[in-house]
């Protein structure tokens, strides 16, 4: 939105350090509840930087804004929307809300309620306060010992920063309801207005291939996100998903990425030759730029139309591919050689397989690893010792590589006998004959 439209976006990101699956886990482990958190938070954080997703302007943790949850609640407590219980938990009075709860997933608070085990008294009203627990963490509070309920972290911390109203609040679709709906409620109570949140982008599940269900940790059918950076790159991830809609379920294969990869090496592919043909290193038939120009500014109409249709990147991924297509056909090579002739026709294609087989080995002997590759540091010795093996292994394959470099010089100076030059650059390898004073020139686009 910014980068695109222009809009100054503030984005807050509530982080929930305190809840019943981190308390659990967190005695499993013998450590304390926010301590554990204080892992999972740096460890998504650190995922997030992986993917090369931009931060949010604001952390905001549920066990630093405790205060502010207890003032939340007592006011929707004197509105008459919420009430103490005897064993010290808070609920919300959903039915004393009326036909105004449900306006996100119409929800009819007044149907018939399931039996209910608890001191609520009905059996939609959610809890704002739970009272603490044997050996649990819990915080002082005018209703006993406790902690937040789930969804009036949100509404506390949303409200903090932006008061009452929201343009836009997003979650997985699973949060609508009752999440959500909740928090809707609870902030209209507390600020006493008609609408709270502007606009709900609900994102559609990931899927595994052939499954129905979510991939979820919960569920074990998952991969991390740095085994998957071990296969596929970030910008591979990014167009994986600009395939489709936020809002609908995708499926995740291998099939489904090798599609994404196929689509960047397209772009990637325009790109070279585009700045090929611009350095003059990419022979062709004339550009017909007018013709360009027009389809560039068509879409550039259809992607701003796209984005600002629910963000509809699908749409705008194939306006952008078929731009690409129409480049492509302009910027295709051609031969320019001419031969004399008595020279057979063939000579050409001849050079040309030589040209490109001898670019593809070139292009393998040099792709060496870089010398740091990503792995976790054990320490400053750690990283030491892997930096050194790195280069051990950096040395021991160009001597492996060596004599096919050497291979490619020795074919280069073969040609070059009968007037065949061939000349290596970046990203392309070119060729040219020389003969009776004029130079035609041929381009080997990289394999």
């Given at each position: 939105?910014?980068?695109?439209?222009?809009?100054?976006?503030i984005?807050?990101?509530?982080?929930?350090?305190?809840?019943?699956?981190i308390?659990k886990?967190?005695?499993?482990?013998?450590?304390?509840?926010?301590?554990?958190?204080?892992?999972?938070?740096e460890?998504?954080?650190?995922?997030?930087a992986?993917?090369?997703v931009?931060?949010?302007?604001?952390?905001?943790?549920?066990t630093?804004?405790?205060p502010?949850?207890?003032?939340?609640?007592?006011?929707?407590?004197?509105?008459?929307?919420?009430?103490?219980?005897?064993?010290?938990?808070?609920?919300?009075?959903?039915?004393?809300?009326?036909k105004?709860?449900?306006?996100l997933?119409?929800?009819?608070p007044d149907?018939?309620d399931e039996?209910?085990?608890?001191d609520?008294?009905?059996?939609?009203?959610?809890?704002?306060?739970?009272?603490?627990k044997?050996?649990?963490?819990?915080w002082n509070?005018?209703?006993?010992?406790g902690?937040?309920?789930w969804?009036?972290?949100?509404?506390?911390?949303?409200?903090a920063?932006?008061g009452?109203?929201?343009d836009?609040?997003?979650?997985?679709?699973?949060?609508?309801?009752p999440?959500?709906e909740n928090?809707?409620a609870?902030?209209?109570?507390?600020?006493?207005?008609?609408q709270?949140?502007?606009?709900?982008?609900h994102?559609?599940?990931?899927?595994?291939?052939?499954?129905?269900?979510?991939?979820s940790?919960?569920?074990?059918?998952?991969?991390?996100?740095?085994?998957?950076?071990?296969?596929c790159?970030?910008?591979?991830?990014?167009?994986?998903?600009l395939r489709?809609?936020y809002?609908?379920a995708v499926?995740?294969s291998?099939e489904?990425m090798?599609?994404?990869?196929n689509?960047l090496?397209?772009?990637?592919?325009?790109?070279?030759?585009?700045?090929a043909?611009?350095?003059?290193?990419?022979?062709?038939?004339?550009?017909?730029?007018?013709?360009?120009?027009?389809r560039?500014?068509n879409?550039k109409?259809?992607?701003k139309?796209a984005?600002?249709?629910?963000?509809?990147?699908?749409r705008a991924?194939?306006?952008?591919?078929d731009?690409?297509?129409?480049g492509?056909?302009?910027?295709k090579?051609?031969t320019?050689?001419a031969?004399a002739?008595d020279?057979?026709a063939?000579?050409?294609?001849?050079?040309?397989?030589?040209?490109r087989?001898?670019t593809?080995?070139?292009?393998?002997?040099l792709?060496l690893?870089?010398?740091?590759?990503a792995v976790?540091?054990?320490?400053?010795?750690?990283a030491?010792?892997h930096?050194q093996?790195?280069?051990e292994?950096?040395?021991?394959?160009m001597r492996?590589?060596k004599?096919l470099?050497?291979?490619?010089?020795?074919?280069?100076?073969?040609?070059?006998?009968?007037g065949?030059?061939?000349?290596?650059?970046?990203?392309?390898?070119?060729?040219?004959?020389?003969e009776g004073?004029?130079?035609?020139?041929?381009?080997?686009?990289?394999s």
């Open positions: 939105m910014t980068r695109f439209f222009g809009i100054e976006v984005m807050v990101m509530g982080i929930t350090d305190i809840d019943d699956k308390i886990r967190a005695n499993e482990m013998n450590i304390s509840p926010v301590a554990l958190a204080r892992i999972y938070e460890d998504f954080k650190q995922d997030m992986a993917l090369k931009l931060p949010p302007m604001v952390y905001m943790r549920v630093d804004n405790i502010q949850i207890i003032s939340f609640i007592k006011t929707i407590i004197s509105s008459g929307q919420a009430y103490a219980t005897s064993q010290g938990n808070v609920y919300f009075d959903v039915k004393s809300w009326g105004r709860y449900g306006v997933t119409a929800i009819n149907t018939q039996a209910v085990d608890s609520k008294r009905h059996g939609k009203d959610f809890a704002l306060w739970k009272a603490a044997p050996q649990e963490l819990s509070s005018p209703w006993g010992k902690r937040p309920g969804h009036i972290e949100c509404s506390t911390i949303s409200s920063v932006f009452k109203q929201l836009i609040h997003t979650g997985g679709i699973d949060l609508a309801f999440h959500h928090e809707i609870q902030c209209e109570v507390y600020h006493q207005c008609e709270w949140g502007n606009y709900f982008l994102s559609g599940h990931l899927h595994v291939k052939g499954s129905q269900e979510k991939m940790k919960s569920l074990k059918n998952y991969i991390t996100i740095k085994d998957f950076l071990k296969k790159s970030s910008d591979q991830f990014r167009m994986f998903c489709g809609r809002s609908s499926e995740f291998e489904s090798e599609d994404a990869k689509l090496q397209s772009v990637s592919s325009f790109i070279r030759d585009a700045n043909y611009i350095k003059g290193e990419l022979v062709c038939d004339p550009v017909r730029e007018d013709i360009l120009w027009e560039l500014a879409t109409v259809t992607v139309a984005f600002a249709d629910d963000f509809d990147t699908s991924v194939a306006a952008i591919m731009l690409i297509h129409h492509n056909r302009q910027l090579a051609v320019k050689v031969v002739a020279k057979s063939v000579l050409p294609s001849v050079i040309e397989e030589l040209v087989f001898r593809k080995v070139r292009h393998y002997a792709a690893p870089e010398a740091a590759d976790p540091l054990q320490g400053a010795a750690g030491e010792e930096t093996e790195q280069k292994r950096r040395k021991q394959l492996e590589r004599p470099l050497e291979a490619c010089d020795s074919l280069r100076g073969d040609l070059a006998a009968f065949i030059h061939i000349k290596d650059r970046a990203a392309v390898s070119t060729w040219e004959i020389v004073g004029q130079t035609e020139k041929q381009t080997e686009k990289k």
